[in-house]
């Protein structure tokens, strides 16, 4: 909110005409648009093997031999991973890091932007970067890369032991570990997989096996006392500081805290979980009965049930209500507090709440065209691509982001024009 609070919430329109685009240049993808709408961007072939970033209208001083993965950060600045001369790095702004790489990819970013983090390969070594700064030490495999939300520390799975192929005995001794900031833990396992890093980055948490047949969740490498036949992604809770995890017991999913179970009701299935901004509710997607899914809030399942998917669960800001993507007989919809919109999309991008909780928008797609819907009410414009909206920090406007017929669009509409 603090962020949003500083931008232009008072011009009605801005255009800026792409087509002319696609005459200057080869070819032009990946198009991507700031955070606060002001600027629109893609990649863009100059010559022959030559590629560059063009944002309004303007390319980035120095072309690359490649580029992809082109992102705003959440502070508006504009990256990209680039190559020249065969090595990779990350570009910010046009500007790109000293340290070069053998390959990068997967970029990271701060909660607010101010700091950038990419996953990196070296000489068949691989490791994590942090605003330019690599790991000193580096692991022969690497997955899970993580970056705490201050944006201070980097966490990943790594492989800590060499393993010869076809060498199950000691695959199994354990020959995995999680390393923050490039520091592995002593405790090796049989595999490790999501991480959780808590607010200050002094404890790290991780789903991990521990044998063929036993799982728990390991926090600064030491497993919780009680074994369980799987688990899944831990959270943090934001003010104890609690561990939480999806936990199989006799054959049903539930949740425990801290190695104990503290959701009386089983699932057939539950991933997800995630806390209120305060830590007050809990809520995790489940399935109360074979191919069927929903939210559980607290341990008590919405009665409402979807056939395909829930996804993209997420709390109001001030933690009373709580809205998912679903899924249901091939259409997609936004389901808030357990109802159903009306309205059916052939897709639905991720809900966002306003920031007193009340209204509801999301980027909805149908028939290959692509509009807002607020509250079951979808906009009526239909566009040839669309952002997520973001709302006012008053929540009476939508800063709508959107291509249309070669035209890149920002808009701030009233809420009242589209709810009516």
Not at 177 to 198: E, I, K
Not at 202 to 221: F, H, K, P
Not at 240 to 263: C, F, H, M, N, Y
Not at 376 to 381: E, I, L, N, S
């Amino acid at each position: 909110m603090e962020r949003t609070a500083h931008w232009n919430w008072d011009t009605h329109s801005k255009e800026i005409h792409l087509s002319s685009w696609q005459d200057r240049f080869e070819w032009v993808e990946e198009f991507q648009a700031s955070p606060d709408g002001e600027s629109v961007a893609a990649i863009v072939k100059v010559g022959e093997g030559e590629f560059n970033v063009c944002v309004n209208g303007e390319t980035w001083p120095e072309p690359c031999d490649k580029m992809w993965y082109l992102r705003y950060s959440p502070d508006g600045r504009l990256t990209a991973i680039v190559s020249k001369d065969s090595e990779w790095t990350v570009a910010v702004d046009g500007a790109a890091w000293e340290n070069r790489f053998g390959y990068a990819w997967n970029t990271l970013f701060s909660e607010d932007g101010s700091h950038i983090a990419v996953a990196f390969q070296q000489d068949m070594a691989y490791g994590m970067a942090c605003d330019d700064v690599p790991w000193e030490q580096t692991f022969t495999n690497m997955t899970h890369t993580l970056f705490s939300r201050d944006g201070r520390h980097t966490a990943a799975v790594v492989q800590v032991d060499t393993l010869a192929e076809g060498d199950i005995f000691k695959y199994q001794q354990g020959v995995y570990s999680a390393a923050l900031d490039g520091n592995p833990w002593a405790a090796r396992f049989v595999n490790l997989w999501a991480m959780a890093v808590n607010a200050d980055a002094s404890r790290l948490a991780a789903e991990v096996r521990l044998n063929l047949y036993d799982y728990t969740i390991a926090v600064n490498g030491t497993p919780w006392d009680k074994i369980f036949s799987c688990v899944w992604e831990p959270v943090f809770h934001p003010v104890r500081g609690s561990v939480v995890a999806p936990v199989r017991v006799q054959g049903k999913w539930t949740l425990a805290e801290d190695g104990r179970i503290i959701w009386n009701r089983r699932f057939v299935q539950l991933w997800n979980a995630l806390f209120s901004t305060d830590g007050g509710r809990l809520a995790a997607i489940v399935a109360p009965e074979f191919g069927r899914w929903t939210v559980a809030v607290d341990g008590a399942a919405w009665t409402s049930t979807f056939g395909e998917m829930v996804t993209d669960v997420l709390f109001s800001p001030d933690g009373s209500r709580l809205a998912a993507a679903v899924k249901d007989s091939g259409r997609w919809s936004v389901a808030v507090d357990g109802s159903r919109w009306r309205s059916t999309f052939d897709t639905v991008g991720k809900p966002v709440f306003s920031a007193d909780s009340r209204r509801v928008a999301a980027k909805v797609e149908h028939g290959g065209k692509y509009t807002i819907a607020v509250d079951d009410r979808p906009w009526p414009k239909e566009c040839d691509a669309a952002w997520d909206p973001i709302f006012s920090p008053a929540g009476d406007k939508l800063l709508l982001r959107t291509v249309e017929g070669g035209t890149y669009f920002r808009r701030v509409v009233p809420v009242a024009e589209i709810v009516g």
